[in-house]
């Protein structure tokens, strides 16, 4: 895929002199279409400025690039830049290797007792077996923790990594969960209030957390 440029207000820029970017190409894409990868390169500055090259924005777009795959599970991609001259400007194409995409190996630990591993591991989008993706890796760290505070632990931490193991075909995923002590509510005290709002506020039994009445002050 081609990015050409061009100029505010729709006019065509006058063609690049040569030494000048023109284009950028992505090949041996399959599971990441160009028109994902190809807007987030650094590169399309040079275009726009009517410079070359820079081979540090080469750099940073090359592991642009080789991220997107490692993100889905691709630990073997490998991103292969060159830069060419053709009619007089600067053509750079990124060639990619995907290989084989990582299926998904999920372990929880340090669970407390009264939390369900079924149900920490219900919160967890990846199924084993499954291709890798890292967003979804990521966005279960929260749902975990939020079970595991429900059930009265309010300083639990969850932390997770990554290995590529099997040659970088299994994405082991592993969280860690530290619960922290469990909590319970004390008794709750709740200053005077004008009868309106007392009556509106008032609870007449604790939560299920909560061994304690609340206590009315006078």
């Known amino acids: 895929m081609f990015a050409a440029a061009f100029a505010c207000g729709g006019a065509s820029r006058a063609p690049a002199a ?10 041996g894409n399959h599971a990441i279409a160009s028109d994902e990868l190809e807007p987030a390169l650094a590169l399309h500055e040079a ?23 490692l993100k889905l599970g691709f630990f073997a991609v490998t991103v292969t830049p060159a830069v060419e001259q053709r009619g007089g400007r600067q053509v750079v194409t990124f060639t990619v290797a995907e290989g084989r995409r990582a299926v998904s190996r999920v372990e929880i630990t340090g ?3 009264d939390v369900a591993p079924a149900a920490a591991r219900a919160r967890v989008g990846l199924g084993d077996g499954a291709p890798f993706d890292y967003d979804a890796y990521d966005a279960a760290k929260q ?3 939020e079970l595991v505070e429900n059930a009265g632990y309010a300083h639990v931490r969850v932390t997770g990594a990554v290995t590529a193991e099997s040659g970088g075909a299994v994405a082991a995923v592993r ?3 530290q619960p922290g002590p469990h909590c319970t509510f004390g008794q709750i005290r709740i200053p005077p209030l004008a009868p309106e709002l007392a009556e509106a506020v008032r609870v007449d039994r604790p939560g299920p957390e909560c061994n304690n009445p609340i206590r009315w002050e006078a």
Do not use: S
Request: aromatic residues 8%.
């Open 47 to 69: 275009i726009g400025d009517g410079a070359a090259a820079d081979p540090y924005l080469l750099g940073l777009d090359t592991d642009r690039i080789r991220a997107a795959y």
């Open 143 to 145: 749902p975990l923790a």
């Open 18 to 27: 040569a030494g000048q970017l023109g284009a950028i190409r992505i090949v």
């Open 111 to 113: 669970l407390p007792a």
């Open 175 to 177: 969280y860690a969960v």
